[in-house]
């Protein structure tokens, strides 16, 4: 999984299809992503010392990363990810459509740098 918090996604598929927020956090072992307004539903809390009101909260719930896709930077869509060793054997993420560097994942490393 290719994602990071805060980047920008687009949801793909579901009830919140078209919806773009940023990522407030990732559970990897799942592969769920929690997205800012996006899976909202209402929970019903019982009243208690640490909430004394009760009632019902809207909270976002994970969605499947599968479901969502990277805003390239560039040009604003979404496009799948890809990941690249550069000269320096550095690791970076980029924008399959446009080939735009979304950022390093990785410092540098002599087994993995051009040679020539």
Not at 47 to 58: H, T
Not at 97 to 106: F, L, N, P
Request: glycine share 12%.
């Amino acid at each position: 999984m290719n994602f990071r918090i805060d980047d920008e996604v687009q949801v793909i598929a579901g009830a919140d299809r078209g919806h773009r927020g940023k990522i407030l956090k990732i559970d990897r072992k799942k592969n769920k992503l929690v997205v800012e307004g996006a899976g909202r539903v209402w929970k019903h809390v019982r009243k208690s010392q640490k909430n004394p009101q009760g009632g019902r909260l809207n909270k976002e719930m994970p969605i499947s990363a599968s479901n969502v896709m990277l805003i390239d930077p560039s040009t604003g869509n979404p496009t799948k990810v890809g990941v690249r060793f550069l000269a320096d054997g550095s690791k970076e993420r980029f924008a399959k459509k446009s080939g735009t560097s979304i950022g390093k994942i990785a410092p540098a490393r002599a087994g993995h740098a051009n040679k020539s």
